[in-house]
């Protein structure tokens, strides 16, 4: 994928995983758009990275607001990259302590924002990419990365919502990846383990503290940069398509474990 002359776009690009994936991006020469519904933290990394990054307050449920931050990225450039690593609301127990149920609407609202908001950006910018020429290299129009998570394979107590928001994206990889095949698009998803990201609402320090020690190797938890550098190879590889890669350093959750 030749990523100088062209636009991509990055939702959840102001968070943790996000921003690490725009900053890689800019420096490989991809102009690049961050999109996210956090504006403060957006336009001031925008402000840091110059002319090669603007912000578009963007809302992955929103088909106007996600059609915005697209034409912002063809504006600039053919739009070849999207990697969406929005986030989202936590979820809870199927039942509670005194044997009451999830509410339906908060299941319903997990599920939206990571699950349809995921399709929602794909079927967005698959869109845009199918008008671009083909690579005359690799024959690409474009390439989408998606982001689960390990819960979507082994989710723990509290993160039934979670687990099958993110189970769910796990399974429209393939699918999506066979869809867009006869465009040229591919698609990838990043399946974390533990990243230290502001997602955990705690200090870096705490999180660390926490998590660490369960990872097998290295036993730490993950660094944004480690996220960016699976999706830039995800992006630069021609021959990976339609799988789910796990990024975890050999963590798997037990009954209970991280809120990721
Ligand atoms: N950090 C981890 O350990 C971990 C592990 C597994 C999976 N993940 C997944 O990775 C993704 C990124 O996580 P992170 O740790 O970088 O989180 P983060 O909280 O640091 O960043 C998420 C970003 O998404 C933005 N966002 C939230 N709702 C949005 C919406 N409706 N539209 C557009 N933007 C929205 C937020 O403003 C924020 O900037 C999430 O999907 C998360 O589930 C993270």
Redesign the pocket.
């Known amino acids: 994928m030749q990523l100088v002359g062209s636009s991509a776009l990055v939702?959840?690009g102001?968070?943790?995983?996000?921003a690490a994936t725009v900053r890689r991006l800019v420096a490989a020469g991809a102009m690049v758009v961050i999109?996210?519904?956090?504006e403060d933290?957006g336009s001031a990394l925008a402000a840091e990275l110059g002319d090669h990054a603007v912000f578009v307050k963007?809302?992955?449920?929103s088909e106007d607001s996600l059609g915005e931050a697209i034409l912002a990225a063809t504006d600039m450039a053919p739009l070849r990259v999207s990697v969406d690593?929005?986030?989202?609301p936590g979820g809870g127990r199927t039942l509670d302590r005194e044997g009451n149920p999830l509410a339906f609407d908060t299941f319903m609202q997990v599920v939206q924002?990571?699950l349809h908001?995921t399709f929602n950006v794909l079927r967005l910018t698959a869109s845009a990419m199918s008008r671009n020429d083909p690579d005359p290299e690799t024959g690409e129009r474009g390439v989408i990365v998606n982001?689960?998570?390990?819960?979507g394979y082994e989710g723990t107590i509290g993160q039934v919502a979670y687990g099958a928001a993110?189970g769910g994206i796990i399974g429209m990889t393939l699918p999506a990846a066979r869809d867009l095949s006869v465009v040229g698009i591919r698609v990838g998803t990043i399946a974390?383990?533990?990243?230290a990201?502001?997602?955990?609402g705690q200090s870096l320090d705490a999180i660390e503290a926490e998590w660490g020690p369960m990872v097998p190797f290295p036993k730490r938890?993950?660094q944004?940069n480690e996220y960016a550098r699976m999706a830039m190879a995800i992006i630069e590889n021609p021959y990976f398509n339609g799988e789910t890669i796990r990024l975890d350093a050999g963590i798997r959750f037990q009954t209970k474990g991280?809120r990721?």
Do not use: R
Not at 35 to 38: E, G, M, P
């Open positions: 939702v959840g102001a968070g943790g995983l996000g999109a996210d519904l956090a933290a963007t809302d992955v449920l690593t929005h986030g989202g924002i990571f908001g982001t689960a998570s390990i819960a993110k974390p383990g533990v990243f990201t502001p997602a955990y938890m993950g944004p991280s990721s």
